[in-house]
């Protein structure tokens, strides 16, 4: 029964990083340009980006919810004492790479999820104002952002990778 747990759990927690990160990148490679070509006009582009954005928006954050219950759980059930003598568990090799992946995901939270909060509302009511140059302005720093949220997930993968035992 506990093996039936732990792929169950391990299962859950590899489609929901398979959706997050591959569905980032999809948007990041073919949604943005294409839409870029599709749509001409800022304003039209950025409607449809907003509209894609909150329906990808609720996935995500299921996936990010379950990303984070799956992960603590599956160290609570592979490592247990990362959790009730964190002093000594860092101290191993294992448990300094959990603390690396740990930080990077809050890392990667964090401007995520600032990123949206900060310019989500903002995109729709600049392109709906014609204020394009400040829209561009402000997705050049937005776009950074979303860049550097890719990047972490992309570490992030790896990370789990050393961690699985892959690399070593």
């Known amino acids: 029964m506990y093996d039936l747990l732990m792929i169950t759990v391990l299962f859950i ?6 959706f997050l990160v591959g569905s980032s990148i999809f948007v990041w ?3 943005w340009p294409a839409s870029s070509i599709a749509m001409p006009e800022e304003k039209q582009r950025t409607r449809f980006m907003t509209v894609m954005g909150k ?10 919810i379950l990303l984070t219950l799956t992960g603590l759980l599956l160290v609570y059930l592979y490592r247990p004492s990362y959790f009730t003598s964190f002093g000594s568990a860092i101290q191993t090799q294992w448990g300094y790479v959990l603390t690396v992946k740990i930080v990077a ?12 909060l900060w310019h989500g509302k903002k995109f729709p009511k600049l392109a709906e ?3 394009f140059d400040e829209l561009k302005r402000m997705r050049r ?15 992030i993968i790896l990370v789990a990778e050393i961690l699985a035992g892959v690399f070593f």
Request: proline letters at 0%; hydrophobic letters at 60%.
């Open 13 to 18: 927690h590899v489609i929901c990083a398979i």
């Open 29 to 31: 490679v073919i949604v």
């Open 55 to 64: 329906k990808y928006a609720l996935w995500t954050n299921v996936s990010i």
């Open 105 to 116: 995901v809050a890392l990667m939270y964090g401007i995520l999820y600032g990123n949206n």
């Open 129 to 131: 104002a014609g204020k």
């Open 141 to 155: 720093i937005s776009h950074l952002l979303s860049f550097i949220t890719v990047g972490l997930m992309v570490v």
